[in-house]
C-alpha cells in the first residue's frame, strides 16, 4: 500500500544543532507540506512544494528549510534549532490541481529542543 | 489573524447523542471546507469536505453543514461513540489559489462518554 512516513518519530536535541527531519511518500504526488501542531495553535503550514525543485514558504517558515530533489521525500531541516521550535511536526502530500484539497498525514515526528 | 476559528476547544457528549463541532472562517475566498480526525500519536485523517457552493455533504453518520452568509460551517456526528473521541480540525482552501494549500483551526477535543 502506498504510505508517508516521517522520520525520526521523536528526537531530542540541543538549542544551535542542526536538525533534519525526514518524509517520504510512495503515493507519487506532486504536492508536499510539513505542518507543525502546538497548543492553542492548530496545524500551521511551515513550508510547501508542488513539484521537483519547486519550494514555497508557509506562514511560520523562519528558522525552517526544505528541499524538493525528487518527487518522493520533502526533507524539512532546522538550521540552528530554539526551544521555539519544539512541536509536534507533520508531513503530508496531496494530488494536484481539481481535487478538493485532501491531505494525506504522516504520523508526525515530535521533536524537542533541549 | 486567525482566518478559521474553533472556539470550542473541548466537547463532551454521551454516546448514543448528537456531536455538534462548530468552525468560523474569515474569508470569503475559501472554496472547500474539510474535516480532520486526529487520535493521539497519529496524524491527522481525512474525514469529509464540501464545497463553498453547496450547504450540506453527509457520508453516514457525518453531515457537514455551510453556512455561508454566516461564514460558519459544522460537523455533525450522529450517533456519537466511543471511537469518535478525538481531535477535529476543520481546514479551508482559498479559492483560485495555489494548489491544495490548506489552512487549518485549532481543533476541538471531542469526548464521547460511554
Known amino acids: 500500500d502506498a504510505e508517508i512516513t516521517q522520520s525520526p518519530r521523536h528526537k531530542i536535541t540541543e538549542t544551535g544543532r542542526q536538525v533534519t527531519l525526514a518524509c517520504h511518500q510512495t503515493?507519487?504526488?506532486?504536492?508536499m507540506f510539513w505542518y507543525r501542531q502546538d497548543l492553542g495553535h492548530g496545524l500551521r503550514l511551515i513550508h510547501y512544494s508542488y513539484g521537483v525543485q519547486d519550494t514555497n514558504k508557509g506562514e511560520v517558515s523562519d528558522g525552517y528549510s526544505v528541499s524538493r530533489s525528487n518527487t518522493e521525500d520533502l526533507p524539512l531541516t532546522l538550521e540552528s534549532a530554539a526551544s521555539s521550535q519544539t512541536s509536534v511536526y507533520f508531513c503530508?502530500?496531496?494530488?494536484?490541481?481539481?481535487?478538493?484539497?485532501?491531505?494525506?498525514f504522516g504520523e508526525g515526528s515530535r521533536l524537542t529542543v533541549l | 489573524d486567525q482566518q478559521v476559528k474553533q472556539n470550542s476547544p473541548s466537547l463532551s457528549v454521551q454516546e448514543g447523542r448528537i456531536s455538534i463541532l462548530n468552525c468560523d472562517y474569515t474569508n470569503s475566498m475559501f472554496d472547500y471546507f474539510l474535516w480532520y480526525k486526529k487520535y493521539p500519536a497519529e496524524g491527522p485523517t481525512f474525514l469529509i469536505s464540501i464545497s463553498s457552493i453547496k450547504d450540506k455533504n453527509e457520508d453516514g453518520r457525518f453531515t457537514v453543514f455551510l453556512n455561508k452568509s454566516a461564514k460558519h460551517l459544522s460537523l455533525h456526528i450522529v450517533p456519537s461513540q466511543p471511537g469518535d473521541s478525538a481531535v477535529y480540525f476543520c481546514?479551508?482552501?482559498?479559492?483560485?489559489?495555489?494548489?491544495?494549500?490548506?489552512?487549518f483551526g485549532t481543533g476541538t477535543l471531542l469526548a464521547v462518554q460511554p
Open positions: 503530508a502530500s496531496s494530488v494536484g490541481t481539481g481535487r478538493t484539497g485532501e491531505l494525506f
Open positions: 481546514a479551508a482552501r482559498t479559492k483560485g489559489g495555489a494548489t491544495n494549500k490548506l489552512i
Open positions: 503515493w507519487n504526488h506532486n504536492n
